[in-house]
């Protein structure tokens, strides 16, 4: 397995946990900058290195009344302005082909949806961007199959794969942890351990989740093995715009990472 090198981290076996942290979609500003500053601090506390996440556009939402995010140019300034402001690395996610090249420029990981894993020009344009590619396996598809989706960035050695649980019959998703060890294969693997436990579709035209499952996931994914951790996280998840049923509170955040470092410390 690679280690691949988000800014000064290096993201692989022999290295510290990685978090990818924030909320699903940019909501405005001073919000964005409070919630990753309070995140910066919790990390540092923990000894934690991190990656603060937020999308411009959530152009997967289940219906399209759903709120979506400020749009690429907005949201863009956003990410910079906590880029800048706070000293951090910043992800966000891409859709379409045209938004790499422009995202790059401020961004340091482009993500890939997992509805989108299989999209062989948008795979290549974020790996032409010289930015590492984050890309979230599918649903729907077989963790083995994840190697091609890495190849076809033009750039496996800047590719980190993220698990995000599989379909398992309607509105409900499950989590084989096999899969954390074939993909690790690969590329050094993420956890996400919040959209794991969504319930696509389930709230009435919205996706619903219940948080409540995601610490176990998690503790079990660092036990298995993986390099870093994707945890969504609210101030107030049950008023959140986009994917409030999944998301974590602070306060369950900092339970999440205290278990994650007792784990660690003992398979050390």
Avoid: W
């Amino acid at each position: 397995m690679s280690v691949v090198h988000v800014g000064p981290h290096a993201v692989g076996e022999g290295h510290p946990l990685l978090l990818i942290a924030g909320p699903c979609v940019l909501e405005g500003r001073d919000f964005n900058l409070r919630h990753a500053e309070h995140l910066k601090e919790v990390c540092a506390a923990h000894g934690v290195p991190f990656v603060f996440k937020a999308s411009f556009d959530k152009a997967n939402r289940t219906s399209g009344g759903s709120h979506r995010g400020p749009g690429l140019q907005e949201g863009l300034r956003m990410l910079e302005d906590v880029k800048r402001a706070l000293d951090l690395l910043v992800l966000t996610d891409v859709h379409e082909s045209h938004q790499c090249a422009e995202a790059a420029e401020v961004v340091d990981v482009l993500q890939i949806p997992a509805f989108l894993c299989r999209q062989t020009d948008l795979l290549a344009a974020a790996g032409a961007t010289g930015r590492v590619v984050n890309i979230k396996k599918g649903q729907f598809l077989a963790p083995d199959d994840m190697a091609y989706a890495r190849d076809k960035t033009g750039a496996p050695e800047r590719v980190l794969l993220t698990e995000r649980g599989t379909t398992f019959g309607y509105r409900d998703l499950v989590v084989d942890y096999r899969g954390l060890s074939i993909m690790r294969r690969f590329a050094p693997v993420v956890f996400d351990g919040t959209h794991s436990v969504q319930q696509p579709g389930a709230a009435g035209g919205a996706t619903g989740g219940n948080r409540a499952l995601a610490p176990g996931l998690v503790r079990a994914a660092v036990a298995y093995g993986v390099d870093a951790l994707f945890l969504e996280v609210h101030p107030d998840p049950d008023n959140a715009p986009s994917d409030g049923p999944n998301q974590l509170d602070f306060g369950l955040l900092e339970r999440v990472l205290t278990e994650a470092e007792k784990i660690r410390g003992a398979l050390q």
